[in-house]
């Protein structure tokens, strides 16, 4: 059996926080089976470790839901909404799920397929013409499938490094044909959030509706879900919802927000443990919720069969596999289905289901970095499979987690100490101007009481520059990580002037260099 933590590569805020690989680590062979009286045991259990847990503050808040043989067994809030405030975490407390939003996404596209409006083969120029891709042949047969099951070709994270700019979802999913194919097409894995917002979002419009409607139309009212939404906003108008939190000193802090609806369907859900277990129970029983067929069982059944390889474990050479919005994985208890979600901003989450046992369970947490959702659900099956943790899951988890965490952060090292003998930069005047290319658009380089400043994207980001060294200046693209440094770099020409600009985080697939479009 293995644990399999994934600190954040789900949603990306920014770029510098996307190349992290989750470790697959060997652990002891466990085949028990559940039974009522197992799980029934557990819980208490489960209950006073998650109140031990934000106890030690190792999260600000938790909430817990536990699903049975299409019982309910736990619904549980645990610490605060937010921190240095009173009011607690509820099972009613809604919580931004982050890329949870993707297993969701396929329940939901499940929904559509089982009416017969779209089919997970439909090819995505027939259902969304506009959309296109550089690679030819992923262009004329990408279907809805390869993008669930992020084998498009398409570099994992294209499009998220200009998200936080302020670019509408079109925009986005326009400017990924712009993106060079990291593999040939369904000839490897990259997991990729715009890509599965691609097939969510034409699967729903070719049936006739937007995202967000298709959303409540085929789950989150068929089950009741009545706090649960793929709209932000929908999330702000919550009064009982917990906030986002990142380290600050040492302690947790919220000064955060993330809005993700450019990637709804991969990302932008918020939804609260009373209704996630309401979803638990509808996988766990193929698609069907309170005796009625909501989902069509060989729709959903197509989520859960294996499409891609995401990884194999290089101690055991076991593999992990990508269905459409699951990660599946076949350990001691048959096949299971999981998924995480993070936000650099300050948010972590879990889905994880055992089918053959009908067991499942989802973890939400205000608070990034962290591996504790991983930790709690490895505790809760011990608990009922061995009846006792057989290690500290949860410092495991966070020493994995933080193992990736460092790994993300290695570029940033690179600007973290000044060279011994910096050259002088030329005059301001020489790298000042206005700068574009077709990914990021347009950018201005501007001068304010004697420094730079880098102005990009719709939002109207400004960012000031500090120098670095010679034509090298750094900035700093994301408040919750003051750490996370990227450089940017002009390019002089024979006038002595910048000709082009390159910001080293927007160019992970080489899409972060702008040419100058006029002079100062």
């Known amino acids: 059996m293995t644990l399999r933590v994934d600190p954040g590569r789900s949603i990306a805020r920014r770029t510098v926080f996307a190349g992290v690989s989750a470790l697959l680590v060997p652990l002891p062979s466990v085949a028990q089976t559940a039974t009522k009286e197992k799980v029934a045991a557990a819980l208490p259990k489960l209950k006073e470790f998650a109140q031990q847990i934000v106890d030690k503050e190792l999260v600000p808040g938790l ?22 405030k009173p009011a607690a975490v509820e099972v009613d407390t809604v919580f931004q799920l982050a890329s949870v939003s993707k297993p969701l996404a396929a329940t939901v596209v499940a929904g559509l397929v089982g009416d017969g409006k779209v089919s997970w083969d439909s090819r995505i120029r027939d259902i969304d013409p506009g959309f296109t891709l550089q690679d030819e042949l992923a262009a004329a047969n990408v279907t809805v499938r390869d993008l669930f099951a992020h084998r498009s070709g398409l570099p994992g994270h294209a499009g998220d490094d200009i998200e936080e700019l302020g670019f509408t979802q079109g925009e986005i999913l326009q400017r990924l044909r712009l993106a060079k194919p990291a593999y040939g097409f369904r000839d490897g894995y990259s997991y990729s959030n715009f890509g599965l917002t691609e097939g969510a979002v034409a699967a729903a419009r070719f049936s ?42 040492g302690k947790w802090a919220s000064f955060t927000r993330r809005n993700a609806d450019a990637q709804a369907p991969a990302g932008g859900a918020s939804s609260t443990a009373r209704d996630m277990a309401q979803w638990l129970r509808l996988l766990l029983a193929n698609g069907r ?50 998924h995480a979600g993070a936000f650099s901003a300050g948010a972590r989450t879990l889905v994880h289901l055992i089918p053959g046992e009908e067991l499942g369970i989802v973890v939400l947490s205000n608070a990034f970095p962290t591996g504790v959702p991983e930790g709690i659900a490895k505790t809760f099956f011990d608990l009922v499979f061995v009846g006792s943790p057989t290690r500290d899951w949860v410092a495991y988890a966070n020493e994995i987690f933080e193992t990736g965490y460092k790994e993300m952060m290695k570029p940033s090292l690179a600007y973290a100490t000044l060279p011994a003998s910096p050259a002088p930069p030329l005059p301001i005047a020489a790298y000042m101007g206005d700068y574009r290319n077709d990914y990021i658009g347009d950018a201005k380089v501007t001068e304010s009481g004697g420094s730079l400043f880098l102005h990009v994207g719709p939002a109207g980001r400004r ?57 100062n």
């Open 63 to 84: 909430s817990i839901a536990v699903v049975y043989r299409d019982e309910i067994g736990l619904l549980g809030g645990f610490g605060v909404r937010e921190i240095g």
């Open 208 to 249: 006739g509706s937007s995202w967000e409607e298709a959303c409540e139309e085929k789950l989150y009212k068929p089950l009741g879900m009545v706090s649960t939404s793929s709209r932000y906003r929908d999330f702000l108008n919550q009064a009982n919802r917990a906030a986002l939190h990142v380290r600050a000193d």
């Open 289 to 338: 919720y309170e005796g009625r067929q909501v989902i069509a069982q060989e729709a959903l059944q197509q989520t859960h069969v294996a499409a891609s390889v995401r990884g194999v474990d290089p101690k055991t050479g076991a593999a992990a596999f990508y269905a459409l919005g699951w990660n599946v994985d076949y350990r001691d208890h048959g096949v299971e289905w999981s």
């Open 463 to 519: 960012f000031p520059l500090a120098h670095f060294n010679r034509d090298v200046f750094v900035y700093m693209p994301m408040a919750e990580a003051p750490k996370a440094r990227s450089g940017v770099t002009f390019l002089i020409g024979p006038d002595g002037k910048a000709s082009e600009v390159t910001v080293e985080d927007l160019n992970e697939y080489g899409l972060g260099r702008l040419t100058r479009v006029s002079p």
